[in-house]
């Protein structure tokens, strides 16, 4: 059984950082791809930031020069260092890990950015 857990969330005053890790337990064949997702109240959730196999990586155009996704393939944990938040990046994270036949979703965390 997979389980991916969330943490590093909380409560951070605006232009603060956190760093948020997601861990997985059980094995997990050819993954394609680790991601972070966010979803703010009354929004429909979003790419945040992606690591493929291979390394590559991508980030939403909103956090692009402040988040930083990275892995730790041997602790199987995905990581997103968050700097400069703002107020409009208050939402629940949710990791994600993609193969070619499953796609395995966190519980979230929630992240609140005050003004």
């Known amino acids: 059984q997979v389980q991916l857990v969330e943490s590093g969330g909380g409560l951070v005053q605006a232009g603060g950082s956190l760093r948020l890790s997601c861990a997985a337990s059980?094995?997990?064949?050819?993954?394609?791809?680790r991601s972070w997702y966010r979803q703010a109240p009354g929004k429909q959730r979003e790419l945040v930031a992606a690591?493929?196999?291979?390394?590559?990586?991508n980030y939403a155009d909103s956090v692009k020069g402040r988040f930083t996704i990275s892995r730790d393939s041997a602790k199987n944990t995905v990581y997103l260092q968050m700097n400069s938040l703002k107020p409009e990046d208050t939402a629940v994270y949710y990791c994600n890990i993609l193969t070619p036949w499953d796609s395995y979703w966190g519980q979230g965390t929630q992240v609140t950015v005050s003004s």
């Open positions: 690591i493929t196999s291979g390394g590559s990586t």
């Open positions: 059980g094995t997990i064949f050819g993954i394609n791809a």
